[in-house]
């Protein structure tokens, strides 16, 4: 009798402890949302079908949550057994009934005043492994802190604030080690990967995405350019276990909009870089934009997809793919095992390239570059997508994408010189699109306009598309009831069908949703959840 | 009378010189909260922890009327390690009624022993950390004690041990729920609304209720806490406050 409860408490225990083996299992408790983007593959679809294309109508607001904070709430929550976590901004972690929205707890984080993010005091979200939460801080700093209690359990400073580097994305747990990446590309950083032991908050390898002297790819900068090239990560990345890789996308090169302060490609700006896990040492890379001048950078979530793909003999096999919708415009289909480009299709209208050579290279457009009088470049500088994360359900074979359509910026140049900490850009976009917050929309469709596409990744082609006036910030979430939620700068939160793109149902939140929905269920019941403006928001259907 | 909490305990007992100040045993709470939080961790929560100065036995270096020590807590004192404090009017009358009820009621005195040994019967024959959390070490269901040593003075620590339920901290007090159903859970109360109950229970597990589905809820008055009184000789006690004290929160990275 003594072991039997034994046991049973031994039991319970490890249940409330998130191993590294259920975030790789995350497919078999589909009621909890336990990294950033549902799975380590990256795919933001849930297994859970409760809320169907049928009765989605019937769906009710449970709770809001509302920040006490005017900064945007761009975090995606995680769930574990019953219990949401969610950075409430800048750096406040927050415990929550997931079922009622009532709070257990709060961590309150007071960044330095040296912080300088180029966009706002944001986070993106956290990671959890066992009890601990880690969370990167505005002003570059990596914390855990206890999910059990919301108690600091160890602080590790990652770089400089003052320098401009800052830590807005979710950290992704790789076994023993929290990964994170650094932003501040428009202050001449040298962006830079690094793990974390989740243990010690040690740092255990470092992967700096601007090669230093000696190192492969450092040619491709000219003089010192490298020392302020940019190439900063600040949305999550990805993991396959099979392959030991852990995939990030990386940022512009600095200066953004002038570059001829760095002569060169600029390795590794604007890429997908394969790191292995262990060691941080670097497997492949493709770069999306070599030499870009458009700030387009390619933090987008690598999605990650095993789908059959004809090889050289027109044989179909399943091969390990990645699947990438970026923000210059053009969605990619990769071979994430070695890196190998397969396939490249505009998604939007793009006017900076004109195909691709053999070896998977953009060809330029002639005179598409910044010049003082300014160039026209489609897509314009905050680009097709952006960080907004993309869905991929394997039902429908569909990838989803929040695309900025028909839209372009017109590209400045002015000379620029680096000082620490100051703004390194080099020239302005202009757009009739306002990159900042939503404002009354006066714009006519060709000027510019926000969409959901659906793309076959085995084609390139676009499958269906949900246009809406405004542009759109907000992430995909796709479900196994073929069911797809989002919003846009509208500031509503619709479901969509996954097959077709038909409105199903929609809800007014009245703030522009720039963060990733997802779902969850607490004692059977199916709840989807989205940030908009400065709260959070939970659904269910009615009871 | 035993349920006081300290501060309680020394406004009865204030001299009539310190009623003559004008504070209220509402300014020494509010104060003792300050103290804790902005001050303990220089001088300490026995206020002895700065050479020269002795705020509970009102030794100070540089002050001695309440306008003085406002001057002081407002302005520090260049060229030493005392900062400016940015307190607003209440905050600056509530910090010198603690300062003032500690002098009131000076501590009791309390022997030290030796922290290391406190360590291992805290950690061993004790069995503090079968409730209780020191940095990443324990249990989350009782208080936790990282830096219990700033927080707490030593004649509080020792009677904490010897009384548990003379004294609960009201974030400290347990909570007890029944379900409809007969199930009971007991553990640390989260939060408590008009609806709903958040709560650890006492396998670490956050549990939230709603209240309609609960036949009782309520705070559990006494303290789960056993007495040590007669399980610790006075020495082994000695000990286990000496290793408290030392707790301030100094092994988070």
């Known amino acids: ?543 | 009378m035993r349920s006081l909490p300290v501060w309680a305990l020394v406004a009865l007992f204030l001299p009539p010189s310190f009623a003559q100040h004008g504070y209220t045993p509402g300014d020494v709470q509010d104060g003792e909260g300050l103290f804790i939080g902005n001050c303990a961790i220089c001088h300490g929560p026995e206020g002895d922890a700065v050479p020269g100065v002795e705020l509970a036995r009102g030794k100070f270096k540089h002050a001695s009327s309440d306008e003085e020590l406002s001057q002081i807590i407002k302005n520090g004192i260049p060229g030493t390690a005392m900062p400016p404090g940015n307190f607003r009017g209440h905050e600056l009358t509530a910090l010198i009624a603690y300062l003032r009820s500690m002098s009131a009621a000076p501590p009791e005195t309390v022997v030290l022993g030796n922290a290391a040994r406190g360590k291992a019967i805290f950690e061993g024959k004790g069995q503090c950390l079968n409730c209780h959390r020191v940095s990443a070490n324990g249990s989350y269901v009782g208080p936790e004690l990282s830096d219990i040593g700033v927080a707490r003075r030593a004649a509080q620590l020792e009677r904490s041990i010897l009384e548990p339920d003379a004294e609960i901290l009201p974030e400290n007090r347990s909570f007890r729920v029944v379900t409809q159903n007969g199930m009971e859970v007991t553990g640390r109360l989260f939060n408590l609304d008009t609806f709903t109950v958040q709560m650890m229970d006492s396998r670490e597990q956050l549990r939230s209720f709603v209240k309609k589905d609960l036949k009782e809820f309520g705070f559990v008055k006494k303290s789960p806490m056993p007495s040590y009184r007669g399980k610790l000789s006075s020495e082994e006690v000695a000990d286990v406050v000496a290793y408290l004290v030392t707790l301030r929160g100094g092994n988070r990275q």
């Open chain 1, 1 to 543: 009798m003594k072991r039997a409860i034994l046991l049973s408490l031994c039991a319970s225990s490890l249940f409330a402890q998130v191993t590294f083996e259920r975030i790789l299992g995350a497919d078999k408790e589909p009621q909890n949302w336990m990294t950033y983007s549902g799975t380590t593959f990256s795919g933001r679809y849930s297994l859970l079908s409760q809320i169907t294309p049928k009765n989605v109508k019937d769906l009710e607001l449970q709770w809001i949550y509302q920040a006490s904070s005017l900064e945007k709430f761009e975090a995606t929550s995680l769930v574990v057994d019953g219990i949401l976590y969610t950075v409430q901004p800048p750096n406040d972690i927050v415990a929550l009934d997931a079922a009622t929205g009532r709070t257990f707890w709060t961590y309150t984080y007071k960044p330095s005043p040296d912080a300088r993010p180029c966009c706002g005091h944001i986070n993106r979200g956290l990671a959890i492994l066992g009890n601990v939460l880690f969370m990167g801080t505005i002003d570059a700093h990596l914390l855990a802190v206890d999910a059990k209690n919301g108690h600091l359990l160890w602080d590790t400073p990652v770089a400089k604030a003052e320098s401009g580097y800052a830590l807005t994305h979710a950290p992704l747990v790789v076994k023993d080690k929290v990964i994170v990446g650094t932003a501040g590309g428009e202050f001449g950083i040298r962006g830079f990967l690094a793990a974390y032991d989740v243990r010690t908050g040690k740092e255990i390898w470092r992967f700096y995405t601007v090669p230093g002297p000696g190192e492969p790819g450092h040619e491709t900068w000219g003089g010192d350019s490298w020392k302020t090239g940019g190439a900063s990560v600040w949305v999550t990345g990805s993991y396959d276990p099979e392959l030991n890789l852990t995939y990030w996308g990386t940022g512009n090169p600095g200066p953004d909009w002038n570059g001829d302060p760095r002569p060169g490609d600029n390795l590794y700006s604007d890429s997908v870089v394969a790191l292995d896990a262990d060691t941080g040492k670097l497997k492949w890379y493709y770069q999306f934009s070599p030499h870009d001048e458009f700030d387009h950078d390619s933090v987008q979530v690598p999605v990650l997809a095993d789908l059959e793909w004809p090889d050289r003999t027109g044989q179909k096999k399943v091969r390990k793919l990645m699947l990438w919708a970026n923000r210059n415009g053009i969605f990619y289909v990769l071979d994430r095992a070695t890196g190998q480009f397969l396939s490249g299709k505009p998604f939007v209208e793009v006017n900076w390239m004109n195909g691709f050579d053999e070896k998977g290279r953009p060809i330029r457009a002639a005179g598409k570059i910044p010049t003082e009088d300014g160039t026209a470049i489609y897509p314009g500088s905050e680009g097709a997508t952006n960080w907004y994360s993309p869905a991929y359900s394997p039902r429908t074979g569909l990838f989803y994408v929040s695309a900025w359509a028909a839209y372009a910026s017109t590209f400045f140049r002015i000379p620029v010189t680096y000082t620490e900490g100051r703004v390194y850009a080099g020239g302005w976009p202009k757009s009739y699109v306002p990159d900042g917050r939503a404002a009354e929309n006066l714009r006519e469709e060709n000027e510019g306009f926000g969409a959901v596409r659906a793309i076959d990744p085995l084609t390139g082609q676009r499958r269906w598309e949900f246009k809406m006036n405004d542009v759109t910030d907000a992430g995909i979430l796709a479900t196994a009831s073929d069911l797809l939620f989002s919003g846009g700068r509208e500031g509503y939160f619709y479901a969509l069908d996954a097959r077709n793109g038909a409105l199903l149902w929609k809800a007014t939140l009245g703030g522009v949703i720039a963060s990733g929905p997802m779902t969850y269920s607490v004692d059977g019941r199916q709840y989807v959840s989205v940030a908009a403006g400065h709260s959070l928001f939970s659904f269910a259907l009615k009871k």
